[in-house]
Each structure stands twice: as C-alpha cells, then as structure tokens.
C-alpha cells in the first residue's frame, strides 16, 4: 500500500534551516508529482509546494517563497524540502503528498523557537 514517511522536523531557531524528507513507497513515486502541506496548530491544511514528477517544475506558496526549496530524487523514492530563514509561523506539521490527495502519514513537527 501508499506509504510516506516524513521526517527531519524539530525545534530551530528562528532564521535557522532544517531539512524534511519523505521517504515513499507502494507506488511508482517517479510517475507522480508531489506536494509538501503543513498544518499549525488549530488551522487546517495549508498547501506549501509542489513539484512534478521529473522534478523539473516547482510552485510555492507566497508565504513559503524564495525560502524553501522542494526536490526529489527519484532513485531513491524520497522527497525533500529544505526550509530556510526560517519563522515562527512556519511552526506546524508538515506533510508530504501525492498531489491532489490527502496526506497519508504522521507528518514531521517543525517548531520554530527562540
């Protein structure tokens, strides 16, 4: 079955990095773009990025632009998303997705602290 594992979440400083991956599985992970969602405390789901299936085209959401960076590598299943100058209200959990579908895992919990 559809498996996604996030990971690389913890606590940062704010203007600190972190680096998320999501390792996937139980389906062709090379046929289908991909997106990063979040969600902080008491909202909903907030879509963040995308990229296709080759990696070759990226989106971002405003408030996400020209700090984090989405990436894939397709020989090893795994998507990534790199976070920098990072905020406080980029605290949330964070999900990975087969495009236009729910997310399937436990997420990842950025926080972002001093």
């Known amino acids: 079955q559809v498996q996604l594992v996030e990971s690389g979440g913890g606590l940062v400083q704010p203007g600190g990095s972190l680096r998320l991956s999501c390792a996937a599985s139980?389906?062709?992970?090379?046929?289908?773009?991909m997106s990063w969602v979040r969600q902080a405390p008491g909202k909903g789901l907030e879509w963040i990025s995308h990229t296709t299936s080759n990696g070759y085209s990226t989106m971002y959401a405003d408030s996400v632009k020209g700090r984090f960076t989405v990436s894939r590598d397709n020989a090893k299943n795994t998507l990534y998303l790199q976070m920098n100058s990072l905020k406080p209200d980029d605290t949330a959990v964070y999900y990975c997705?087969?495009?236009?579908?729910?997310?399937r895992g436990r997420g990842t919990q950025v926080t972002v602290s001093s």
């Open positions: 997705a087969r495009r236009g579908t729910p997310p």
């Open positions: 139980g389906f062709s992970f090379s046929t289908y773009a």
